[in-house]
Every structure is written in structure tokens, then in C-alpha cells.
């Protein structure tokens, strides 16, 4: 019997589907290899190098001894949603239901992406503020939605905040429009959205029909006195507004990866059909130890944001006395600073961070990697940098910035 010869077709296809061929590798794994090439103080992606409270160490501990080692139960422990909902009351006076309406998720990017993909269809339009957290444009784009851009303005001399302009937010409802996407405490620029601009979100949503996807991860680092409020609890809006948020940036173990959706039954039952397919349950002792750590009395929130205050104030300082033109953030823990006061020898935001980088020994985050193309002019001036470090790594980077000399 003779051997069949397996016909080779001349067609060459995309290795990666086309949902993803815009997708490029991250702005935060770009510059972080940079800085380790370099021996650079990374004050570029957004992780502390110091760990939370001993007590919540301990906490995960005890449950890997006493065995909470196998998949934890899909919508999160019934312990972690029971602690999530008595935070809930206690800080902002919100009922929520810990059976009904509070999911699990691994870290809150995994709750962004779960939600995104439970409510967007293709065709459906996104609105998302701009500078954006770089996943929410992936997310929308994986579920085939068509995002829409409105740009947040830097301060100036009729603004000191950054803000948006009432006007384009209006124009950028319509029809198609699903869903709108709100960070607030704000990452990178750090602004808390004030009452009257959340009551102008809610209007247009609710005139509109859209929901609201609340990504309120830095929701106790609030300087100042200023206040964060949640989108959720505006008028008209709890019926409409998935909130969330996680364990890792209020209490310091980010690679824990524990994040949560609050969202009213019929929204959290969408989440929950995709989350079950994506990671299906977050780490189980991990989970008992952010219900520890939500236990915390409110005096470890107020600690935490006074710490924080003081590394922006210290890392603000040293920015302004090596130059660059300083906007204060009102929370978070980034800041951004505008570098052209340095001169005009880098032709954008990447290369002045490349520079700093590898000549200075300081890595900080080119901020255009946060707006669509065209809106990338408003961040070219820009570099991000992060405080969520310890006094004597931020007292080492201050020391290489007063290596800058203007020119």
C-alpha cells in the first residue's frame, strides 16, 4: 500500500486571534526590565516593597495549618463576602447582601475583566475616562466592545484638579452605549471624583440606560481630607453599579491576588457565570486572611492614608527640587509630574522615562501608554511615578533626582 503524501497548503494564518492583535507587551514589563538592567529604583509599577501587617501574615498562616488548602467555594468563602458586606456598613453605611451580591475574584483585574465580559456584547459601546488602568481597553476589546475615550484635562489655571470636560462626557453617550467605566481614587493622575462630578456620571447614566463598573481599589488612600464616595450609592445608581475593589492595595500583599464585586443580584449573577469559567475560586487561606484583615478597625485606615500622605509629600518634594512641575495627588499612591520644565530634549513621555531610567537610575511609567492614540498628546508631558515604598528607598531615589540638571 503506498504511503499518502499530506498536502501543504500555501496559506499562512495570524498566529493570535484577531480580538488580540492589538495587544502589545506591557508598559510595566518594558520598563521593569529596564530598571533591573539598569540597577534603576523602580518607582515605576505600583507594588510597595514592604509587606502589610504581621497580624494578616499570620492569619494566612494559621489557615494553610489548619487546612483551608482546596478550592475555596466559587463565589468567594462565606467568611471573606460576610467580611466584605460588614465593611460595606461600617465605612460608608451601604447594605449589602454577602450571599446575593458580593463575588471573590482573583485580584481585582480579574473582577474588572469577569464583569466587562458579562455585560458587553460586540457592537456594545464603553466609555472610559482617560488616562485609563491598561486593562480595561483589553477587556472591552476581548468582549468586542468599542470603547469610547473622554479625557481627563491637567490642571491649569482655571482647574488645579484634573477634570473633565462636562461636554464631552454628554457627547460621548448614545444608543449603543452599555456600560461606563469609572476609577476613583483615580490611577495614575490621583483624583478623587468630587460629589457633583459622580452626580453628573449618574445622570447620564441613568438617562441612558448604562451601567456603571466602579473600579474603587484605592478607596482608603484619600489625602487631605479629601473623601471618597462610591459611585454606587448616588441616587439611582445602586441598581446599576458593580463596585470594586481588593485586599491588595489597602492592606499591602498584592501578589495575594484577593479582589471582590459588590453588584445587585440580577448584575452579580452575570459576574458570576463568567468568573466560574475564568479562575473559578481565589487562593482559599488568602481569602481568610482578607476577611482578617477587613476586621481591622478604622484606626489602621487612618494610619494607612497618613503614611501614604507623608511618602507623597516626601517623594513630591523631591520631584519639585529636581525640576519637574508637580500635580498633587488628592489619592492613590502615584503621582504625576510634568517634566518639560527640564527642557525640550525628549521628543515624548517614553523618552524622557527611558532617560531617567538609564541615566539618573529612577524608573517611572510613561503615562501615553494610558490613552488611545488620540489623545496620547495629553500625556506626552508627563511621567508617573510610584510613593508606595519604603522612606529609605524613596531617600535613594531622591538623592540620584538631584542628578538632573535642567537644559
Known sequence: MRARKLRTLNVIRPISAERIASFTTSVFAEMSRLAVEHQAINLGQGFPDFDGPEAIKAAAIAAIHAGDNQYAVSTGQPVLRQAIAAHSQRIYGQMVDADAEVTVTSGATEALFAAVLALVDPGDEVIVFEPFYDSYVPNILMAGGLPRYVPLRAPDAARPDWHFDPGELRAAFNARTRLLILNTPHNPTGKVFSAHELQEIAALCQAWDVLALADEVYEHLVFDGARHRRLAQVPGMAERTLTVSSQGKTFGFTGWKIGWVLAPPALTRAVRNVHQFVTFAAATPFQAAAAAALALDSGYYQALAAEHQTRRDFVAGALAEAGLRVSCPQGTYFIMANYTT??????????????????????????????ADEHKHLGREWARFAFCKRQETLERAAERLRRIRPG
Open 342 to 371: 527640564l527642557g525640550d530634549r525628549w521628543a515624548d513621555d517614553a523618552a524622557f522615562c527611558r532617560w531617567l531610567t538609564t541615566e539618573i537610575g529612577v524608573t517611572a511609567i510613561p503615562p501615553t501608554a494610558f490613552y
